[in-house]
């Protein structure tokens, strides 16, 4: 990959949402002249209504012990990845450290969370199951009657401060992104390939990144028997004011909802699950599930003022995990599909598919998640 010609000519990145975005600074600030397209503004679609959870082992499925890997990778690179980025651009990302509590509210789901949680234990999970009253003790805003959780020590940060830092952090390495600038086609070339935009202008790059989320795929001329298997799936998140007095510490999961008390006051309740293509609107069963979930499990919440409502398009994958690496379209890379873990799984992504577009060198953390997974089956998502 490094074998292009013209390392003077930027690399093009298609997407400005978390993984876009991270890329194109990583590069950027390493050197590589970088040019982003967004088809709406940076950041603003799943990115900006996504919960900032950074939280591997909260999040554990069972069957995915590849992926939990490459999470708990990329939590333990947030640190420095904060760092980094608030010394480059002055922007506090609201990074937290309280950690998450998976609470059962009733007998019923305590037997679910158990099953979890010794998987959790199998995998060697850091993770402590407190009882009810132990849990109220840390977090007392939890509903008195709830019957037990488990505490893991993760982190999360603000995913709209991330924007904003990484949109000022390309800027200052004199990246550019230009806005409202939807690609329509790529066309392929080893050395030099080439994207062309809705205004049919072709522009010239030494490399491509599809960092485009759910619409990875409708971009035209990659290669029919590789294309991303992407999909949108619907989630839908209410902003809640947290006042001063409401001060949740823990980012709280429950069986239908999950709250996380942002350091600038907004209080998010999420999400749900849709398969509803690209139907983005705002449903009476999608707050009643949300809110009934999150109230059985604070009720304290009932009392707040609703901000926002949103909906986010996560990018799903047939397996859940993301395509990281060569695409098999020549001169396309492909970083895209990380529906549940955008965020978190934004600094190993940056990282390693911005080596391996300088060096030409993957790494054993993208091994398991190259797009080649997919392609001796059928093209569907
Ligand atoms: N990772 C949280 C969500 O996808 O809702």
Request: charged fraction near 25%; proline fraction near 7%.
């Amino acid at each position: 990959m490094s074998s292009s010609s013209d390392t003077d000519a930027p690399v093009l990145i298609i997407g400005a949402g978390t993984i876009g975005l991270s890329i194109g600074w990583e590069l950027a600030r390493s050197g590589t002249p970088v040019r982003i397209f967004e088809r709406d503004e940076p950041g603003r679609a799943a990115t900006w209504k996504a919960g900032g959870m950074l939280t591997p082992d909260a999040e554990l499925q069972f069957e995915e012990p590849e992926l939990y890997q490459l999470n708990h990778e990329s939590l333990r690179r947030w640190p420095s990845f904060v760092e980094t980025l608030e010394a480059d651009t002055g922007i506090d990302l609201g990074f937290r450290t309280e950690g998450t509590l998976t609470v059962a509210p009733d007998e019923d789901s305590a037997a679910a969370m158990e099953r979890v949680y010794r998987f959790q234990k199998e995998v060697g999970a850091d993770v402590e199951r407190l009882t009810g009253a132990e849990a109220r003790d840390r977090e007392p805003f939890l509903a008195p009657h709830v019957a037990g959780a488990v505490y893991t020590d993760d982190a999360q940060v603000n995913n709209r401060a991330l924007v904003r830092a990484l949109v000022n952090g390309i800027q200052k390495y004199e990246g550019t992104i230009h806005s409202s600038a939807p690609v329509k086609a790529v066309a392929p070339d080893a050395t030099s390939p080439a994207i062309i935009t809705n205004t049919g202008e072709r522009i010239e790059g030494q490399q491509i990144v599809v960092a485009a989320g759910a619409w990875s795929r409708q971009i035209e001329g990659l290669d029919e028997a590789v294309l991303p298997p992407v999909r949108p799936v619907k989630g839908q998140i209410i902003e809640l004011v947290s006042r001063p007095t409401f001060d949740l510490r823990h980012v709280i999961r429950g069986p239908d909802a999950y709250l996380v008390p942002k350091a600038d006051d907004r209080l998010l309740v999420g999400a749900t699950s849709e398969e509803k293509g690209f139907k983005k609107d705002v449903t009476a069963d999608g707050l009643y599930t949300l809110l009934e979930g999150a109230l059985e499990l604070v009720p304290g919440i009932r009392e707040l003022s609703i901000q926002n409502l949103g909906v986010g398009l996560r990018p799903g994958t047939r397996d859940n995990a993301p395509l990281l690496g060569p695409s098999g379209t020549p001169g396309v890379t492909y970083a895209t599909g990380h529906y549940r873990h955008g965020i978190l799984l934004t600094p190993v992504t940056a990282q390693e598919i911005a080596k391996l577009v300088q060096t030409g060198t993957s790494s054993e953390w993208l091994e398991p998640f190259l797009p080649s997974r997919f392609a001796d089956r059928t093209p569907t998502v």
